[in-house]
């Protein structure tokens, strides 16, 4: 197996044959919401990409069950503790199936719950290492004490006086400053974890290895925490106040109190403690594992659970890798309140999971927050898929089918042809683009080890960029008239092939399903899963090959349709694969019902008026409004060919690329006065929704926009004198 080390941010020390990722595991009061789904989806494509690679791979995520809080919300819904885990672990089974994140799918490996039987018996395991060990200043790193203080059950942890809201009448307790809710008082005896004793240990292995933290900034807080100096942590609740939990061994007066059980489960699911978990898994094959948490679970991952570790005597973890928080459009944050919470079941009815994944990915600078609204994700797939990815493949696929009769054309342009081909201004020499994609493959690799998925899809855009300059300069339909252009038409076409291979190899990670339709579309059998983006080498597209049938792969979504959709649906209970119970029935709080009545509050945003088309109608007969305007898609098309239509001087058959999948066929009344060949390659303005209508035995799929001149109303094509996209919007 080829290893090689993962440079830049993520320095590696270990042995790349197999490769450990989880997820937090999401604490089971509470619903899947797009915090659960961004850090799936960030796991599932780091997975798939080491899969890629032949590194034998194992991707956790699951749920932590365990606490006063569950046994709360049990009681209230009259079930049994595991009762209530189950009836949320079944939504959050809903959804990663509806993503297409489990087992089924390619995603993760486990769906790892800490009700699990093995689970209990390997934390059980992990105490007694833990009790007994010395510390690093050689006292027992468990004892027994009595704990006096405030607890927090939605936060699970006991809060500190700077942790807590003091009461305002003397006699009631104080308040979460997280939860805004009571705090519990509790006197009893407990478990201590002397963690106290390891603070400098701990400042020695961020010293020592210094991406254990990632990214720097949340590596400088966490070390700045731990001088501050470490108190000591309760680990245990009486059974009396807190039974559903793990026993302490041999002492089951006592609970294990949450984040000792918790955070226990990313060893104890592959086998820690557990013989039959060992050999299905394996915790000496596959830990030490990298983490992947919020910043708000941080300083239990990085400061806890390696202190925990170091107690029991076990390897530190890969890394913990801290990414940031999803806020709306506006910087605020996402909550009921404001009405601006992105809901799963929204996204997964309107939206292609690629979709979801690729805006995932894409739009936040990972370790940084990100912004997240349903219009910013509409035109993001419209822009870089449909107009981008989608309409490369479709248009490539298209002229192949078209001018190649279905197969892979040949790249190669034997002497003879070459003037000819440096004559339509096509760069004869394939060094140029196969040198350019693999600058590029190795870029956008070097970006994703770095966690960089950002920079690294700008990369492989910049490759759909350069492909659609490609095509647009050669114009493959001007090649096609000419047979002496035979060559370089197929020099055109072939690449672009080979680069759409590429790109599926190296996007599949981000986007599973619409690489392995592009592999698909491109005849080419098995799966971009299966190819390691380091072995791709330029011309093992094999030309001959018979593509398979082309299918739109990102339909252009209709942003003011679809809006309006989601605003109405916010108010009405929705229908998709995602279910979600009906308030009353859910886990504990409010932030656990997706869709509840309440959060109705969402206004359809105000149409955005733009001054320059008030304006523009000033003076015209009669004012409409922004909304009546926008009810008008008006495209940028090129013009691919242009034909007179027998027994008509007036209409021309056109057909024009306004960045779809097909291009359209229209039927314009300019003959009179445009030759059909000064049509082909311009760029015009195209009325896109107007409804088709059948004409001369063709039917007409929009209508172009002219100047009506002079006396005979004479047309003049709107044009544009700068580079524009096709299918970029007017407005
Ligand atoms: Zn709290």
């Excluded at 800490?114 to 009790?131: D, K, L, M, N, Q």
């Excluded at 066929?665 to 059909?676: D, K, Q, R, S, V």
Aim: net charge negative; with cysteine; proline share 6%.
């Amino acid at each position: 197996m080829e290893n090689f080390c993962l440079a830049g941010a993520f320095h590696l020390t270990f042995s790349m044959n197999t490769f450990y990722i989880t997820t937090p595991i999401f604490y089971a009061n509470s619903l899947p919401h797009l915090g659960h789904l961004y850090v799936m989806i960030v796991s599932d494509a780091i997975a798939r990409h080491k899969r890629q690679q032949g590194i034998e791979t194992y991707f956790l995520t699951g749920t932590d069950e365990h606490g006063i809080n569950i046994e709360r919300a049990a009681r209230k819904a009259g079930r049994t503790p595991k009762g209530q885990a189950d009836h949320v672990v079944n939504y959050f089974k809903q959804m990663t199936a509806a993503f297409g994140l489990d087992t089924e799918h390619g995603g993760y490996d486990i769906f790892m719950r800490t009700s699990e039987p093995f689970h209990y018996e390997g934390v059980g395991e992990f105490w007694r290492r833990a009790a007994r060990a010395k510390t690093p200043k050689g006292n027992d790193a468990i004892y027994k004490g009595h704990y006096e203080g405030w607890f927090c059950a939605p936060c699970a942890a006991y809060k500190t006086e700077d942790e807590y809201e003091k009461p305002k009448n003397p006699g009631e307790p104080p308040t979460c400053l997280v939860h805004d809710t009571p705090l519990d008082r509790v006197s009893e005896d407990s478990y201590f974890f002397r963690l106290s004793d390891y603070g400098e240990a701990l400042l020695d292995l961020y010293e020592s290895r210094p991406d254990f933290v990632q990214p720097e900034t949340r590596r400088n807080e966490v070390t700045s925490f731990v001088r501050g100096g470490l108190q000591d942590l309760s680990v245990s609740r009486l059974r009396s106040s807190v039974s559903w939990g793990v026993p302490v061994p041999d002492d089951p007066e006592h609970t294990m109190y949450v984040w000792f059980d918790a955070l226990t489960n990313y060893i104890t699911a592959i086998g820690f403690g557990n013989e039959e978990r060992e050999h299905a898994v394996g915790f000496e094959k596959f830990w030490p594992a990298l983490h992947l948490v919020g910043k708000d679970i941080l300083r239990f991952h990085a400061v806890y659970w390696p202190a925990f570790l170091m107690a029991a005597g076990l390897e530190q973890p890969r890394a913990v890798i801290a990414h940031g928080m999803w806020l709306d459009p506006n910087g605020r944050k996402l909550s009921k309140t404001l009405g601006n919470v992105i809901e799963l079941d929204v996204l997964n009815k309107h939206f292609p999971i690629d979709a979801v994944r690729y805006f995932c990915m894409r739009e936040m600078v990972f370790g940084q927050d990100g912004r997240f609204g349903y219009e910013g994700l509409i035109d993001r797939t419209n822009s870089d898929l449909a107009s981008g990815l989608g309409n490369l493949s479709s248009r490539t696929l298209t002229m192949i089918s078209r001018y190649s009769d279905g197969r892979i054309p040949s790249g190669v342009i034997s002497e003879d042809k070459l003037l000819a081909a440096k004559r339509a201004g096509f760069d004869t020499d394939e060094t140029t683009i196969s040198g350019f994609v693999e600058t590029a493959r190795n870029q956008f690799l070097q970006h994703f080890e770095d966690f960089a998925f950002s920079k690294a899809l700008e990369v492989a855009w910049s490759v759909v960029a350069r492909m659609d300059k490609m095509i647009s300069d050669a114009k493959p339909w001007e090649l096609a008239k000419d047979e002496n252009q035979k060559q370089t038409l197929n020099a055109v076409l072939y690449r672009a092939a080979e680069v759409l291979r590429w790109l599926s190899v190296l996007l599949y990670p981000v986007m599973p399903g619409a690489t392995e339709d592009i592999w698909k579309q491109l005849g080419i059998s098995g799966s971009p899963a299966r190819i390691n983006p380091r072995d791709l080498k330029w011309g093992e597209l094999s030309d001959g090959t018979n593509i398979g049938e082309v299918k739109p792969l990102f339909p252009r979504i209709d942003k003011v349709k679809t809006m309006k959709e989601i605003d109405s649906a916010e108010v009405q209970s929705p229908k998709s694969n995602v279910q979600v119970p009906d308030s009353g029935m859910h886990a504990t709080e409010a932030d656990a019902v997706p869709n509840a009545p309440n959060q109705a509050e969402t206004v359809p945003a105000p149409a955005q008026q733009h001054a320059t088309q008030a304006e523009a109608v000033a003076g015209v007969a009669s004012y409409i409004d922004i909304t009546e305007f926008t009810k008008v898609d008006l495209r940028v098309g090129q013009v691919l060919t242009a034909a007179r239509i027998p027994k008509s001087d007036k209409l021309l058959l056109l057909t024009v690329d306004v960045g779809e999948e097909k291009p359209r066929t229209i039927l314009a009344g300019i003959a009179e006065y445009y030759e059909p060949e000064s049509m082909v390659g311009r760029k015009i303005a195209v009325v896109s929704n107007l409804k088709p209508r059948k004409m001369r035995g063709h039917e007409s799929q929009g209508m172009l926009l002219a100047a009506s001149v002079g006396e005979g109303d004479r047309p003049v094509l709107a044009t544009f004198t700068e580079e524009v996209p096709n299918g970029a919007r007017l407005k």
